[in-house]
T-cell receptor, first 112, second 113 residues
Framework: GNSVTQMEGPVTLSEEAFLTINCTYT??????LFWYVQYPGEGLQLLLK?????DKGSNKGFEATYRKETTSFHLEKGSVQVSDSAVYFC???????????FGKGTRLHILP | GAGVSQSPSNKVTEKGKDVELRCDPI?????LYWYRQSLGQGLEFLIY????????KSGLPSDRFSAERTGGSVSTLTIQRTQQEDSAVYLC???????????FGSGTQLSVL
């Protein structure tokens, strides 16, 4: 079946550091890929998405590129801020199967 | 409504009792999803609805769990004979199209004593 694997946290970085959170997936078809974010005390919200191979999703300085050859969708940001502290979830939706499944989440702490 | 609304926000119950969790999706959203969020387990898919029908119930952990949706709107997740391992945050999300962007509610924190 389909699955999403993302790096375990917590990840702790200093402000202005470069961020990568790894995400790999297994899917039988050609899925759409998502990153969702859960800020402290708030509900989950969509951060970015990509719907086909080589697409790049971007939002709020974050980027992720859909890599079919490596079945990956790693989240990156060039210079993190304290306000980026949150839990990040990678997710996929496979074509023909509208179930959306999530990874276990990666907690990110940014130190000032 | 303006967003996905879930009630109650917190529920404390005794082991063996039944509980009902309610989700009111964004008006016009045809797809509705239920997830369970436990510490260290991430988001566990439970069930999703397209309209009033549930094409995929594969995530329901046991036959103590059931869900329904009426009028293509409100959904209720029922847990019978609750157990301590049912303690978690239950999240509801809706979408204008299945498999697309999800809008999440704030969740129901369920504690089974």
């Amino acid at each position: 079946g389909n699955s999403v694997t993302q790096m375990e946290g917590p990840v702790t970085l200093s402000e202005e550091a470069f961020l990568t959170i790894n995400c790999t997936y297994t899917a039988t078809g050609y899925p759409s890929l998502f990153w969702y974010v859960q800020y402290p005390g708030e509900g989950l919200q969509l951060l970015l998405k990509a719907t086909k191979a080589d697409d790049k999703g971007s939002n709020k300085g974050f980027e992720a590129t859909y890599r079919k050859e490596t079945t990956s969708f790693h989240l990156e940001k060039g210079s993190v801020q304290v306000s980026d502290s949150a839990v990040y979830f990678c997710a996929l939706s496979d074509r023909g199967d509208d179930k959306i499944i999530f990874g276990k989440g990666t907690r990110l702490h940014i130190l000032p | 409504g303006a967003g996905v609304s879930q009630s109650p926000s917190n529920k404390v119950t005794e082991k063996g009792k039944d509980v009902e969790l309610r989700c009111d999706p964004i008006s016009g959203h045809t797809a509705l999803y239920w997830y369970r969020q436990s510490l260290g387990q991430g988001l566990e898919f439970l069930i999703y609805f397209q309209g009033n029908s549930a094409p995929d119930k594969s995530g329901l952990p046991s036959d103590r769990f059931s869900a329904e949706r009426t009028g293509g709107s409100v959904s209720t997740l029922t847990i019978q004979r609750t157990q301590q391992e049912d303690s978690a945050v239950y999240l509801c999300a809706s979408s204008s199209n299945p498999g697309k962007k999800l809008f999440f509610g704030s969740g129901t924190q369920l504690s089974v004593l």
